[in-house]
């Protein structure tokens, strides 16, 4: 079954340095998302992306934050310069276009850890 | 905007007994749905069930199925013969009406007892 997958699981990183963190969704979905998941808290929207564009963002999701898909099967998330606080579990979720539940699909998820 | 409302923070079952799992939501889409995801200690967000606002039956799928009132504004989640590898945290999440993003509840902790 085709499954939305992300790199790496976990990362550590040095407060103010960037951070990419990778995902491949699912090969014939079209709209692509990010949510945030502070430890031990609710799950957080970030952003959609659909037809190479952002088509909806968080307050979350400020000038720190940037996505893209940089060629036809990676979506990324880019964190300029990271803070404590961005330390959390990061999910990429993808959809198929035309889908009557909407349906978004969840990848396992990158643990960031900012030190 | 979309809200989602889990007022349980925590429940215990013991084995092989249902349990009900709360949410409640406040929309003004006319259209929209309802998911639940399973989280397990591992981490990752596992799909359980999903119910339209236009559905005219309750979901099932296996051992959940959705407790759908929508006047009421509550999607509750069943879980049947309960297992102790449903111990979990469990989220309640609702899509817009034009599946841009999912809006979750705080979740729920689900404890199994033998």
């Known amino acids: 079954e085709p499954e939305v997958t992300q790199t790496p699981s976990h990362q550590v990183t040095q407060m103010g340095q960037e951070v990419i963190l990778r995902c491949v969704p699912i090969?014939?979905?079209?709209?692509f998302y990010w949510y945030r998941q502070i430890l031990g808290q609710k799950v957080e929207f970030l952003v959609s992306f659909y037809n190479n564009e952002i088509s909806e963002k968080s307050e979350i999701f400020d000038d720190q934050f940037s996505v893209e898909r940089p060629d036809g099967s990676n979506f990324t998330l880019k964190i300029r310069s990271t803070k404590l606080e961005d330390s959390a579990m990061y999910f990429c979720?993808?959809?198929?276009?035309?889908?009557?539940?909407?349906?978004?699909?969840f990848g396992p998820g990158t643990r960031l850890t900012v030190t | 905007a979309q809200k989602i409302t889990q007022t349980q923070p925590g429940m215990f079952v013991q084995e092989k007994e249902a349990v009900t799992l709360d949410c409640t939501y406040d929309t003004s889409d006319p259209s929209y749905g309802l998911f639940w995801y399973k989280q397990p200690s591992s981490g990752e967000m596992i799909f359980l069930i999903y119910q339209g606002s236009y559905d005219q039956q309750n979901a099932t799928e296996g051992r959940y199925s959705l407790n759908f009132q929508k006047a009421r504004k509550s999607a509750n989640l069943v879980i049947s013969a309960s297992q102790l590898g449903d111990s979990a945290m469990y989220f309640c999440?609702?899509?817009?009406?034009?599946?841009?993003?999912?809006?979750f509840g705080a979740g729920t902790i689900l404890r199994v007892k033998s």
């Open positions: 999440a609702m899509r817009d009406e034009y599946g841009n993003k999912l809006v």
């Open positions: 090969s014939n979905h079209l709209y």
């Open positions: 979720a993808s959809r198929e276009l035309g889908q009557v539940r909407y349906e978004q699909y």
